[in-house]
Structures are given as C-alpha cells and as structure tokens.
C-alpha cells in the first residue's frame, strides 16, 4: 500500500522533540481521595494501568491488560481484595499473579499467567506509582513541604495540561510570559523593575533565585502583601517532575506552590499542584480566592500548550529559539537528558551556573 | 517528513495478531430484505463493494468504485437493471461492463472501464458474495440446517461487533465467559459441574462436544426445559466464518444458533445470527423472549470485544496466554491459518483431537 | 512498535494521485473585507499562516508560528502596526523582523528571531500571497477581467471544496456532468445535441472552445436569454489555478466565471469565484437569483469531491480512466505538470491541440 501524504509539509525543520521518558520515577497515578472501592484506569508514560486497593486497603498498580484474551482489568472489580477480570473472571493479586481462573481444573496460578506490577505508595494524599514494572525501587517517592506545619494553610488541585512535560514545565516556571498571558494577576502593571536571576544547581534540582523584585502590583501580591516590601522568589526544578515557585513577601507571607507532573503519554501531562502558604490574613480567608485564580491562570496557560503541541505536530517537530531570559527551560532540558542517560550529578552543595539581568 | 510519535510505547509485545483474510469465499453481503430497488453500500474483507438488484431481480456485486472518476457507485442509482453512476451518468450491468457513457460519441464498453464484479448468490434470505473478483467460483454458499423443517421456528438477528472475525467467532463459542459475562442468562448460578468437552475435526470443521452437563440454572435454561434434564451441546465452527451452537435439553428441545461472520474489515466482523428451534412450548410463545435477551448477551460481548480490540491496538499485537479450558479458540485459529495456506484437511470422517474437563 | 494494519488493502492500484505543490506563484490568502484590525490564521499549500495589516494599512503574511517557543502568532493581536505574539508579547513587523522581547535587556532583532515572511499585494478585492518565503517574486497576481467595467455587474462568492487542486478544477471547466450532476439547471433536458470542442494552448492557458450548442434549456440558460440563440461558449484553465467559463449567449448576454483555486492542502480546495455578467435584464435583477443557483450547484460538485476524495485515500490512490469527452482534465494536469517542472510553454499565439465532438 501507498503512504497519501495528506497535506502539503511545511517549512522543513529539524525533527526535534523536547520529549524525554524517564521510566524508573515515582509518580502520581490518582489522588488518595479518588482512588475507593472501584478499580481506577490511568495512563502513564503511555503506559495503561489500573489501581486498586487489595483487601488490607493497600493500593497496587499492575499494568491494564489481562494476559487472558487482553481486555483492560479496569473494565472488571475487586473481590475480597483481588482484581477480577470482567471477561473470563480471571483474579489477580496486587503483585500480579494470577490467583483463580474460573472453570479450569487445576491450578490458577502459572509463570505467564501474571501481569505486571508497579510498586506503590500512598503518602501526603496521593497515589504514587513507579514506573518500571515488576522491580523494587532503591528511592522513595518526593516528599511535600510544610504540609500539617503550624501557621500554614494547603490547598490542592489537579489539572491536565496538553504539552510534553517539559514544556509544562517550563511554562510553570517562566517568568517572563507572565507579565503578558496573564496580565494583572501576577505582573505586566506599571514599569518594569531590572532583577537579577541567579541559576544554581545540585543532585537533581535546578533553581533560580530572583533578587530585586518588588512586590508584584498584579492582583494576586496585592492581597497578599498591601503595604509592598521585598520580594524573596525562588522558582526550583526537581527531577522527574516537580516544579516548586517559592515566595516570601515582606516577613509575614510564605507561599509555597508544588506542581507535580505525571507524564500521561509524551503531550499529555497531568499536574498535581499544592500550595502551601502563611500569610497575614488567615488562611480560610484566602483560600477562597485561590482556586477561581488559579483556575483563570491554568486556563490561560492550558490555551497556549495547546497551540504549541499542536503546531509542533504539524510542523513535525520543534525549533525554538531561546534569549538569556528563558532562565530555567535550558538547564531543566539538559537535567532530564542527563536523567535519561542515567548520569545525574551529585554535587549536594549548590553550584551557581549563571546570573542574568530581567526586566518584571 | 519526520515521524512523530504521539504516544508512549507500552510495553514491548511481539506484533502477533489473529486476522486472516481468506477472499476464495463466500460471505453475506446483505439480507434479501435490505436490498431494494436502490443500490446498497457495503464493505467486505475491507473491500467496498455496491449490491443491486439487475433487471431480472437477481442480485449483483461490482467494486463500489467508478472507473471514470473514482467516486462510489453506490451514490448512483439503478436504471433499467444497470447502475448508473451519480457524477457523469456512466452505466455497469452485473457483470461490471460498462453499457453507457452519456454525451460520448462512441461505443461505450471498453476493457478499461469494467469495474471488478463479484460473483452473488441469494439463498436462505441472504445475498451472498464471493470475494474474489472476477472469477466464477467452484463452491456455493453454505446452506442453512433447519431452515422450514416442520416443527421449527426461525428467527434472525443481524449485529456488528467490534472485533477480528477470529476474536469475534471464538467469544460465540466460549463456554467459560458466559458464567461472567452473561451471569445469570445461561449459566453461573449454584455450584459449577465438572463436565467433559470432545474436540473433533473434519475437513473445515472443528467440533467441541460437552458431555456431562446439566441444564443451565440461567434464564434460557429455565423457560426451555423447566423440568432439568440433560444437555447434549456441541460448538461447531465452520470455514471460513461459521459458528454454530447446537443444544439439546431434553427430549422436546433443540436449538440451533447459526451465527454467519461477513469480516467488514480486520477488525469488525459483522454476524448474521439465525436461530431455529423446537422446544415444549410453541414457537410464536418462545420467540418474543428470544431477541431481548439475544441483545443482552450481544452486548455484553461487544464491551469486550470493543475493549479488547482496542487494547490490542494500543499495544501493537496481542499478547494472549490461554489455558485447556479455551476449548475451541486454538483448533479455529489453526484451521483458519490452513485455510489461507489452502491446506484445509480432507478427512470427511471425525477425528478426535483432545478431551478436556472443565467446570462449567 | 509495529505497524498494525486497519483495514484490509481494496484490490492494488498504482499510487498515483494527481497533486501538484506550486510554490512560486499568487494565491489569494484572503478577500480585503476579511482582513481588519485582527491577524487572520489561514494555510495555503498546506502551510499555515497569518496575514495581518502593518500601521499603513498594508497587508503582510508570515509563517504563523512564532520562533521563540512555537505558538501560532494568530493568537495574538496587532500592536502598533506590529504582530505581537500571545505568549511572550515578542512583535513583528511584516517583514518577519523581531522588533520586541519584552523583558529582554537588549537588543530585541536577531537573526534567528525572524519569521519567514511571503510577498504580498492586494488587489481586485483580494489579498494574494506569494508562496515562496523571503523571496521578491518576479510576477504579479492574475488581474480579473471586466470587474468595474460599464454595463457588467459582478457578484463574488467563496467556497471550500474537498477535493485536491487538481479534481477541484476539472470539475469547474467539466461540461458532460452537468447534464447528470446538476439536471435542469444548465443541461440535462430534450435531446443532446452534437457538438464540437476546440482545444487550445499557449503560455500557461488551456482553454476549449464549444462550437454549435444551442442556448441550455435548464434554468439559467432561460433566465438569460428567452428567446434562443446560438452559444459562444470557452472553458479556460491559467495557471496556476484559476478556471473560468465564458459564455456569450445570443447578442446581449455576456458571462464570465472566474474561480481562482487556493490549495489549502493537498485534498483541499478553497474557490473564490467572481461573476462578471451583462445580460438583457438589469444586473440587479439577475443578482439576487445568482447565489441559490450558485450555492446548490456547489453543493451538488461537493458531495461528489468529497466522495471522490475519501475514495482516492480509501484505495491509496487514484485509477482514473478518461475518454475523448474529458476535455479539458488531461491538459490542465499536463500544463501543472510542466510547471511543476519549470517547463511552462512560451508560445504566445494559441495552438490548437485537438478537436473532439460531444453530445449535450
């Protein structure tokens, strides 16, 4: 048969994709709260996977596909804490094996009667699951600040973005875009002020320090901080997938925004975010305002990965071109890769690899 | 252009799956009833093909494809007994000649603009076609038991399923999923029985017979045979697409489901199901029961015949681990893969192929 | 990964699809009263742009992605006379030169910080784009005939069809499917009537001339000219692709159709048509019946376009068979052809190609 090329190519580029899969990772497959009684589908890496709670309510994660005649496991129950296929019946303890098979004379259990399984963890309200099969891991899953610390208030949200996880990522931890996609939340009123970021790097973190910053005038700083004061402002990488935006304004105000990213297939990225902040308002008055800002601000950023993933498609790859002032999407990319080749560094001190100057 | 990949790979499977395309065979293309005076659209083995009716009444087959301009036949209509094609009025007999080409001073007919036909029979109120084009074939449709014989009623029911013709052939003669799947209408209430399943082959037939069975607890069983009894049952699959359950309850009982495959594509099979029966009670009783939990049934397969088709294409192949109790999947693949070798055996008498014990 | 077959292949055809990509040439992007104060998104040639007007009012196009992170410049709006991207707000001019990068200490141009940009000229109410980027083009946009003439009126009415460039405008100069395709509305009615066709070239024009057809008995032939008359009738193709029918019916009704193709892709098609017309009654009289005939003559083309197309894709490609009545199709593909190759013909007197008698 013919490969019909459907529509015309566009400007040639070079094949770039700023895709990495980092597969031996802790991430989030579902929240505490939404994984019950009822077997829970998810993807990761591309990969189908079903969660469920065996019988002493330990979550599990094998892959969705029964070895049987291969219809997804999700589409079956749990059954005195065993995952029943929906097909044949077939049953299926959380490490995989294969326990009773329904009609057969004999034993249930064999060698190719097992189904994957990914080591699982529930902590700080989330599932977490590793992403190499049938191994387990020599790491723990990432560990959330402040969260239960006195003073501070935590809110939570989960959102699915259209981009790779790197270009999620990215977004979450640029500074730039925000004075013009999300004018007058953050920043983008009255002139801009010359800052200085300085980009340190240590094991499997990348930051930038932000020194010089006033107290935003956008909506957002001024609840938080009316009567203006120094900004502290770090914005931080964690590998696989952690972006972390750290605020201190004036002495009263910590904010602290964690967005975990799981990588639902190479343009799909889910983010688990948590805020955690102390401010000179009490928390219950606060709260409120987050979720409808946080929400517009997403919504806005949700628009732009869009467009990007798509014309990155139809132009069958990327070609960005970067200034001084894209801080983090560099030193993030080369992170992963390294990730990727297995050759993370290990220097625990933190080592300055640049300054630059910006306009906020 | 470069390619690129949209998702995840999941894990590795070899790229295995079980479609044949047998074309030197006849599948039902329609039902007499569905063919009218106006030409009918219908796809085969992936093929699209136009049904009409010629002058005579007698049904006929063409490639649904103009040769002039390449649009559908099927758009066009039938005048005097010859299809007219809807975009410049070219007209084709039965026998894929072309008799008319409005506006040309000429002759018409020419070895260029034939289209391919496709040898048509109607018999036992379906119209039949032979997949391969232009050749008059050694064998004649399959001829349906039963059918008229004093005593029995006939009713019919035409469904798509969303799945290989294999996949689709060996869900109607599973014996183990019906006590899952369809709990409750056949079997799976009270304490399996430990029966025995007899496989035989002959020529292009496999035969599983079940030995040892009581009446099904289920629904079916219940209104058939009130009193119990024992249960003859054999599953036949016949080439290239014929899947036959035959039972025996009693001594006033017999039924007979002959569910006729027509492979739209390799991954939808359309099944062409005539029941005949004679039970106690008279036919014109028995039938309104028959198409509502006939539907039920089928649909319960198709959420997992859905299911597993499309598991199977997001892994690239199958991946199927089977056991003894899989009676008759194995024995119909290998006689399907014969068949596309033209190998198909030539004993006319039964030969035993195995026994199994199975709880049912 | 595996490539795992949908469908089964129809029988085999020679991959062969009659798509040329002509890049250095006029195509209209947009018409004038389309283009205001926001960039408009549009893909000719399957590559997607944006058209905008600088401060003058003057109208530019470039790729519609902006360099810096991918993301189409359409999103955005026009600042200043400049385009300035939704994401980052770095501007344009229509030149393609990066004139900001807000945030930036520094110089905002830059080599790679430019965006392709395509020549530009608006004229006869249209905006035509060059489709060779960065380039000055040596030739000038197709000037339409007779608009703003003393005693012609014109209407203009734009259309997409499913069909490639190619098969879009066969079926605009295609004389023996009116009498099928659209019955009673030119052709189609009484006795055909034998006619001749001379075909003629010169330079990048094709044109056939219809000698002996009476005045059309359908709808639109009696609206113009009640009263008979012998038809002056021409079917023009100029490259790249424009198509138009000029009529001359009887001595006072003058008609010319231009339809001047934008490939949007290689199986799409937009048409902007122009109707120039003088007729026996006053202009506005015949206006307002012009777009129902127009509309549902098109409609009746895109039903068959789209057929058409989906079959070419369905079977990997085309296999056309073509008589002495296809007139013009052969002779529009092989000058396409040629100018694909750069080998337009030179003469500038019209050579006759052939002749060929018909019935209508």
Redesign the interface.
């Known amino acids: 048969?013919?490969a019909?090329?459907?529509?015309?190519?566009?400007?040639a580029t070079k094949?770039v994709?700023s895709v990495v899969?980092l597969a031996d990772q802790w991430y989030i497959a579902c929240t505490s709260r939404e994984l019950r009684q009822a077997p829970l589908k998810r993807v990761v890496?591309?990969?189908?996977l079903v969660v469920f709670r065996e019988g002493d309510g330990r979550a599990a994660t094998l892959?969705d596909?029964c070895?049987?005649?291969?219809?997804?496991l999700s589409?079956g129950k749990v059954v005195q804490g065993r995952l029943q296929c929906?097909?044949?019946?077939w049953q299926f303890d959380g490490a995989g094996a294969c326990r009773a098979?329904?009609?057969?004379?004999?034993v249930a259990e064999g060698k190719?009667?097992r189904t994957?399984a990914y080591a699982t963890r529930e902590q700080d309200g989330f599932v977490w699951v590793f992403m190499t099969?049938d191994v387990e891991p020599a790491t723990e899953p990432y560990r959330l600040p402040r969260l239960n610390e006195k003073g501070y208030t935590t809110a939570r949200q989960t959102v699915t973005a259209p981009g790779s996880l790197h270009?999620t990522i990215e977004n979450a931890l640029d500074?730039?875009?925000t004075?013009?996609?999300h004018a007058g939340l953050f920043r983008g009123q009255g002139e801009?002020n010359?800052i200085e970021a300085i980009v340190r790097r240590w094991e499997g973190t990348v930051e930038a320090q932000y020194v010089g910053e006033p107290r935003p005038e956008g909506l957002i700083g001024r609840i938080l901080s009316p009567s203006g004061g120094i900004v502290e402002h770090y914005d931080r990488f964690l590998l696989p997938s952690i972006a972390q935006v750290e605020y201190r304004i004036g002495t009263e105000n910590h904010i602290l925004v964690t967005s975990i990213g799981t990588?639902v297939?190479?343009?799909e990225t889910r983010l688990y975010a948590v805020i955690s902040f102390r401010t000179r308002f009490p928390g219950w008055l606060i709260k409120p305002f987050l979720r409808p800002i946080a929400l517009r601000v997403f919504h806005q950023d949700t628009?732009?990965l869009r467009?990007?993933t798509e014309?990155?498609?139809?132009?069958?790859?990327?070609?960005?071109?970067?200034?001084?002032?894209d801080v983090l999407g560099g030193p993030i990319w080369r992170l992963m890769k390294q990730a990727e080749r297995g050759e993370v560094p290990t220097n625990t001190e933190p080592e300055e690899v640049r300054r630059v100057?910006?306009?906020?």
């Open positions: 048969m013919t019909l090329v459907p529509t015309l190519a566009p400007p094949p994709t899969r890496l591309g990969v189908p892959l596909r070895p049987h005649r291969n219809v997804p589409m929906g097909y044949h019946g098979v329904p009609g057969l004379c004999g190719g009667r994957p099969a270009a500074v730039p875009h004075a013009f996609l801009p010359e990588p297939s190479d343009w628009v732009m467009a990007q014309l990155i498609h139809r132009f069958g790859g990327e070609q960005f071109v970067s200034t001084d002032i100057r910006l306009r906020v």
